[in-house]
């Protein structure tokens, strides 16, 4: 059965940092590819960071440098670390998994979705 469920999220000012995490199935942790992905408001969704099973990283530009995906596989959790946030930061943030077509941080190619968790930045 497929499963993840985020958690983490809140208010928090530029600057600070928050971690976000993603409680996935022992299905679901096998899949090529996980990530993180975003919907700002009134826009549409983007990639953030993917990792896949050997460790393989790629971020997007805009998280570069500030964000750092990790997953545990014996703990089934997905992980974003996220420091020196900005404002433009804000969004609902999703974890993904089984990556199919595209490129990885497209969340067109993504199969399974969880049901968000809120970040918001204040200046």
């Known amino acids: 059965q497929v499963q993840l469920v985020e958690s983490g999220g809140g208010s928090v000012q530029a600057g600070g940092s928050l971690r976000l995490s993603c409680a996935v199935s022992?299905?679901?942790?096998?899949?090529?590819?996980m990530g993180w992905f975003r919907q700002p408001p009134e826009k549409e969704r983007e990639g953030v960071a993917v990792i896949d099973t050997a460790g393989g990283r790629w971020y997007a530009d805009s998280v570069q440098g500030r964000f750092t995906i990790s997953r545990d596989n014996a703990n089934l959790t997905l992980y974003l670390q996220m420091n020196s946030l900005k404002p433009e930061d804000t969004a609902m943030y999703y974890c993904?998994?089984?990556?199919?077509?595209?490129?990885?941080?497209?969340?067109?190619?993504?199969?399974?979705w969880g049901q968000g968790t809120q970040v918001t930045v204040s200046s």
């Open positions: 993904a998994a089984d990556w199919r077509y595209g490129s990885r941080l497209d969340p067109r190619g993504y199969n399974y």
């Open positions: 022992a299905y679901t942790v096998g899949r090529n590819y």
